[in-house]
């Protein structure tokens, strides 16, 4: 189910991220032109909780699938299984991908890997693509550690010469060709996307890296 290509413009987004009332808006605008990837990270002041989250989590999942773009569920489990999401995004603090694979056998498995302590640490043998980051500063993340620039991303690509990459943190239209030529098969971003007053042209922008 998985492949690579997916990870080339790959949209996070919860309803903090975005203004007031406004993600349906934003994830269709993204949608429409072209985003490879979507990740429901439902986190910060405005977010949504229980029966909320879970039926804003089915209206966002069933947008996604009428453009035939996978839906992932950021940390909790238990919504992506009870939802039948297309896939999990985990960190290193969060559930431990072993815990949960049984119950995501042909669903797409992300794990955050923020250096190369981590990457050993971690077993990737039921992981589909690791989430790179931070590369720059973010705001999008409180407890985001120190950025590691492109050489992470380069260097993890030595690293790893197999395993997909998508780099994640301060990413913009701007910064994504040196990001896609240090290695990484993709770029995740939350704020370009969700605070861009013209989505189409920010995600054409994205897309013309790969031609
Ligand atoms: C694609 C991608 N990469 C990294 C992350 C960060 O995950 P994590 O470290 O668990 O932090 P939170 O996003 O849960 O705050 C991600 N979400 N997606
Ligand atoms: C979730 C996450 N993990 C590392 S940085 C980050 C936030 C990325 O947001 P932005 O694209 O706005 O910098
Ligand atoms: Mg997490």
Same mark, same amino acid.
């Given at each position: 189910?998985?492949?690579?290509?997916?990870?080339? =413009?790959?949209?996070?987004?919860?309803?903090?991220?975005?203004?007031?009332?406004?993600?349906?808006? =934003?994830?269709? +605008? *993204?949608?429409? &032109?072209?985003?490879?990837?979507?990740?429901?990270?439902?986190?910060?002041?405005?977010?949504?909780?229980?029966?909320?989250?879970?039926?804003? &989590?089915?209206? @966002?999942?069933?947008?996604?699938?009428?453009?035939?773009?996978?839906?992932?569920?950021?940390?909790?489990?238990?919504?992506?299984?009870?939802?039948? *999401?297309?896939?999990?995004? @985990?960190?290193?603090?969060?559930?431990? !991908?072993?815990?949960? %694979?049984?119950?995501?056998?042909?669903?797409?498995?992300?794990?955050? =890997?923020?250096?190369? /302590? /981590? $990457?050993?640490?971690?077993? @990737?043998?039921?992981?589909? $693509?690791?989430? =790179?980051?931070?590369?720059?500063?973010?705001?999008?993340?409180?407890? &985001?550690?120190?950025?590691?620039? %492109?050489?992470? %991303?380069?260097?993890?690509?030595?690293?790893? /010469?197999?395993?997909?990459?998508?780099?994640?943190?301060?990413?913009?239209?701007?910064?994504?060709?040196? !990001?896609?030529? +240090?290695?990484?098969?993709?770029?995740?971003?939350?704020?370009?996307?969700?605070?861009?007053?013209?989505?189409?042209?920010?995600?054409?922008?994205? @897309?013309?890296?790969?031609?």
């Amino acid at each position: 189910m998985f492949n690579k290509e997916m990870l080339r =413009v790959y949209f996070i987004a919860g309803t903090s991220d975005v203004p007031d009332g406004q993600l349906e808006n =934003v994830l269709k +605008s *993204a949608l429409e &032109a072209g985003i490879t990837m979507y990740q429901f990270r439902e986190k910060g002041p405005h977010a949504l909780t229980g029966d909320d989250k879970e039926a804003l &989590a089915i209206r @966002l999942f069933s947008l996604c699938k009428a453009y035939n773009v996978p839906f992932i569920v950021n940390d909790d489990v238990s919504l992506a299984k009870k939802i039948d *999401a297309d896939g999990i995004h @985990l960190g290193q603090d969060d559930e431990k !991908i072993e815990n949960i %694979i049984e119950d995501f056998k042909g669903k797409i498995i992300g794990l955050s =890997v923020g250096n190369f /302590e /981590e $990457y050993d640490q971690s077993d @990737l043998t039921h992981v589909d $693509y690791i989430g =790179v980051g931070p590369v720059y500063e973010t705001s999008s993340k409180s407890d &985001a550690k120190k950025p590691g620039g %492109i050489e992470l %991303i380069r260097k993890m690509r030595l690293y790893d /010469e197999d395993i997909p990459i998508v780099a994640i943190g301060g990413i913009t239209s701007t910064n994504c060709e040196m !990001i896609i030529g +240090s290695g990484a098969d993709g770029i995740s971003t939350i704020s370009s996307i969700a605070r861009s007053k013209n989505i189409p042209q920010v995600v054409t922008d994205y @897309l013309q890296y790969y031609k």
